[in-house]
């Protein structure tokens, strides 16, 4: 039977996040502070490990994203406030 979980995104430059085969990411948003991925999972299937890269409004990405790749997809955006400063990341998640 499936179920929604939601899985804590740390503020690295590369994120692996263990998550059970064929999770569906639903949404990426700020809870309490932390950013989360809230997912639609089957917690019977067995786990895989996801890898996911964060990159900083203005911050260089070491290489081409084209629309439509087939090695990263974008997931969301969110904004974290740090020293009464705002600052906005992007997530993509990388096959390989």
């Known amino acids: 039977m499936n179920k929604i ?10 994120i692996t996040i263990n998550m059970p085969k064929q999770t569906k990411i639903l949404s990426l948003q700020v809870q309490a502070g932390i950013p989360v991925i809230w997912a639609l999972v089957n917690p019977e299937n067995e786990n ?10 203005g911050f260089d ?7 439509g790749s087939n090695d990263r997809k974008y997931i ?21």
């Open 5 to 14: 979980w939601k899985f804590e995104i740390k503020v690295n430059d590369v």
């Open 61 to 67: 990405i070491p290489y081409d994203i084209e629309m």
């Open 76 to 96: 969301g955006t969110f904004q974290l406030v740090k020293d009464e400063k705002w600052f906005a990341f992007h997530l993509f998640e990388h096959f390989n």
């Open 48 to 57: 895989e490990i996801r890898n996911f890269e964060l990159f900083g409004t």
